[in-house]
């Protein structure tokens, strides 16, 4: 028995040894871990203040539209929120779906309405291909 147990913690310390590198938790050298981490877009405030910007000018375009009409750029300002989840996150997602309601709530003046409109149907064509 004594013999037995003797190779068993030989060979299992040969194999485990033989073993080991494939097992190991470094990288490779040539790994990309060196390169700096890309920083997500929700960081940076310039991109999160014009997602609010866009925000409120599809929030003001829902105001300027008539009460009968207005499931369309509901649905196009919720179809630009969808793409913005899955290309930028769900933070951003979030901003720019609050700033369509702040937009949506907020009085303006009727005279900007042309304004956003043209300026949400660029947003629209460049982004949503509409």
């Not at 033989?18 to 405030?45: L, R, V």
């Not at 991109?47 to 509901?74: H, N, S, W, Y």
């Not at 196009?76 to 709530?105: E, K, P, R, T, W």
């Amino acid at each position: 028995m004594n013999l037995r147990r003797a190779s068993f913690i030989l060979l299992s310390g040969v194999g485990l040894t033989i073993a080991g590198p494939a097992f190991s938790q470094q990288a490779p050298a040539t790994s990309p871990a060196a390169q700096p981490a890309p920083t997500a877009p929700d960081s940076d405030p310039a991109f999160m203040q014009g997602l609010r910007r866009v925000g409120v000018m599809a929030g003001e375009v829902i105001q300027c539209t008539d009460e009968a009409d207005r499931k369309t750029p509901i649905a196009d300002a919720m179809q630009l929120s969808n793409q913005i989840a899955l290309h930028f996150g769900l933070a951003a997602a979030f901003n720019f779906s609050a700033a369509v309601g702040y937009g949506a709530g907020k009085p303006i003046e009727k005279t900007a309405c042309p304004d956003a409109v043209t300026g949400w149907n660029g947003i629209k064509q460049k982004y949503l291909g509409e």
